[in-house]
C-alpha cells in the first residue's frame, strides 16, 4: 500500500497500461487505509472500489466475414483458441475475458447456462457446428489467462457484417454504441464490399472510437501493399466523412509469432505496435477519466472522514449536557434534510415522465411516421414494377420483406434513440447528485459549526461518468433484442439489405400482383405493435434506473448521516465512561487523523502524476503514426 508512506514509486511512461494500473493501485491503497478507519462506514468505500475494480475496456471486433477477426482475437491472446475457418464460420457472440483459468460458458436464449471444453467450442459458436443455431445459443463467455485480457480489455468477437446466415440480429450496430473502441477489419485480398460501406455509413457517428485494419498484409509486398492502404483508406474517408485510422497488419503472422514466439514475426505482423496505440486511445479515453472521477470523490470522502474524526474529538471535550444540546438539533436538522431528499423524489418522477414524452415519445412517433412514408413508396412501387408473379409467393415475400425492414428499422432507430435517452436521463441524474451532494454538505458545514470546527468541503462536479455508472441501465443481453413475434420474424437473406432501395432489386423477380391494400394494413399494425413494444422497453428501462438511481443517492445521506451519528454518539458513549476512555480513544483519533492526512497527501500526488500527463497526450492523431 503507498498511502500514506509517501514514497511514490518509479512511474511508467504516460498513456501506457502500467501508468494507469500504477494510479489506480495507488487509489486502491487510498481507499484501504481510508476504509481500514474506524470512523468509516462500511459502504463508503465500496462504490469507488468497485468502479477501480470493475473497470474494463470493451473492445468489439467488426467487420465482414472471413476478414480475420477471430484470427486477430487469437492473435491478441495469444493461442489459438477460438475457431478460425476459411468459410463463414462465427455465428454466435463471443465474449473473451480475464480469468485466472481458461472456463468457457454457454449462455442460451431460454437463460440456462453450461460449461463446455474448448474442443467443443465449434459445435456452439460456429455456423458448421451449430447451423442456423439450432442449439439456441445467445452468447459464449470465455475466460482466458491472457497478459492482455488481464490489463482490463473484454473482447467481442462477432459475426461478420454482410453474412448470409445471420439469425442474430446485427450484433455490431448494439455492440457499438457500448463499446470503448471498435476494430473494423478489412483485408487486402478484397475490396471493401457494399455492405461493409452500409455498414460505415450507418455508424459514421462512432468514428472517433472505430480503428479500422487492413489485415492479411503478408499478402502483398512494398508498393503492392502501399496502394491498398492508400485505396482502403480512401474509400473508407468517403464513407465516413471524416479522417480514420488505418492500420496495416497481419493477424495470421501475429498469432504464428507469438506461438512459436517469433519476434520478427510478430514485428512483421505490426499488430504489436496497433495494440500498443490502442492501449493508449483506451487508457486515455476511459482510464484517465475514471482516475480522475475517482481521485475527486475520494478527495471528497477524506475531507468528510477528517471532519468527522475532528467531531468526535472535540465531542470528547464537551460536556455531556452540552452534548446533549448539540445531538438534538443535529436531530433536527437532519430530519429537515431527509424530509427534502423525499419531496424531491417526486421531481425526480415528475423529470422521467417528461422525458418519456417530451423526448421517446415524439421521436418515436416521428420515426414511426417516417417509416410508414417510406415503407408506403416502396410498396406502390413494388405494385407498378412486379406485375407478373403469382399472388401466394408474392405475398410470401412481402410478408418477409415487411418484417425484416421494420425489425431493422427498429433496431437502427434503438440504438439511436438509447443515446438520447441515456444522456437526458443522466442529465437529470447530474442534477440530483449535485442537489444530495449540497444536502450532504450543509448538514457536514451545520455539525462542524455546532463544534466550532472549520469543515471545507470538496466540491466535485457530477460528471457523465458519475452518473453512468448508476445510470440508465445497460440491458444485459444486447445479443437478444428481438422483439417482433416470432410469427413475423421469417428474415430475409441479408442481401435484401436494410433499405427499401435495396429490397426492391431482389424482389423485382417476385412480384406480379398485389393486394395493396392487405399489404399496407399488415405494415401498418406490424409498425405498430413494433413501436408499442420499443416504447414499452424503454418505459421499462428508464423506471428501473431511475428507482435504483434514488435509492443509490439516498443510500449516500444516509451513510453520511451514519456517520456523523457515530461520531457524536462515541463521543457521548465515552464521555459517559469517564476520563480514562476518553484519554485513550484520544490517541487513537489522533493516529486516525495522521492517517487521513497522510492520505490526503498521497491524494494530491496521484493527482499530478496521472492527471498532469493527460494534456500532453490529448490530441494525438493516431493516423499520422502509420509506418
Ligand atoms: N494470409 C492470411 N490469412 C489470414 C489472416 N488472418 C486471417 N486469415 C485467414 O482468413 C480466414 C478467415 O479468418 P477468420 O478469423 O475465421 O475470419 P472471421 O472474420 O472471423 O470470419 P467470420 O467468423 O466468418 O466472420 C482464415 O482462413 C484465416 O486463417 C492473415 O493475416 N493473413
Ligand atoms: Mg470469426
Known sequence: MNAGNGIAATVPPSGSTQHYHHFKDRLLGCLEAVAALDSVVAGECRDLKERLTGNLFNLVVVGQ??????????????????????????????????GETLRIEVIYNDGRTGLIRPEELTHYVTEMGNPRNTRGVREVVVQYPSAYLKEGVRLVDTPGVGSAYRHNTDVAYQYLPKSDAALFLLSVEQPASQAELDFLGDVHQYADRIFFLLNKIDYLSGQELEQSIEFSRQVIREVMQTNVKLFPISAKLALEGQLTDNQGLLEQSRLPAFAELLTQ????????????????????????????????????????????????????????????????????????????????????SRF??????????????????????????????LESYISAEVQQAFQGWRAHAEDRLAAGFNRICRGYLSNINDSIDSLMRFSSKLFDISFDPVRIEPTWDDTSHVHFLVKDDPVALELLADSVTVLLPRIVGKRFSKIKNFLVDLANRIVLGKVKEKMYHTINMQGGRTRYYFVERLNKSKNLFYKSIMEKLDITIAGLDNALDQGFQLRSQGEEQVGRHRIRLEADLRQIDRVYQDLLDIRNGCLGSRTQDQGVDLSERIS
Not at 466475414?65 to 478460425?84: E, M, S, W
Not at 470522502?301 to 470528547?316: D, H, N, P, Y
Open 65 to 98: 466475414f472471413k476478414r480475420g477477426k477471430t484470427c486477430l482475437i487469437n492473435a491478441l491472446l495469444g493461442v489459438d483458441l477460438l475457431p478460425v475457418a476459411v468459410v463463414p464460420l462465427t455465428s454466435i457472440v463471443t465474449i473473451l475475458t480475464y
Open 281 to 364: 486511445f483506451l487508457v486515455r479515453e476511459k482510464g484517465t477519466i475514471l482516475l480522475s472521477s475517482v481521485i475527486g470523490h475520494l478527495s471528497r470522502l477524506v475531507s468528510q472522514v477528517r471532519c468527522r474524526l475532528e467531531l468526535e474529538s472535540k465531542a470528547l471535550g464537551t460536556s455531556l449536557d452540552e452534548l446533549r444540546v448539540h445531538i438534538t438539533a443535529f436531530d433536527r436538522k437532519r430530519q429537515e434534510i431527509v424530509g427534502d431528499q423525499r419531496k424531491l423524489r417526486l421531481l425526480l418522477d415528475d423529470e422521467t415522465n417528461r422525458l418519456i414524452r417530451a423526448d421517446l415519445d415524439v421521436e418515436l
Open 368 to 397: 414511426q411516421k417516417e417509416l410508414i412514408e417510406q415503407m408506403e413508396k416502396g410498396v406502390e412501387q413494388w405494385r407498378q414494377e412486379n406485375q407478373q408473379l403469382p399472388l401466394e409467393e408474392l405475398n410470401e415475400a
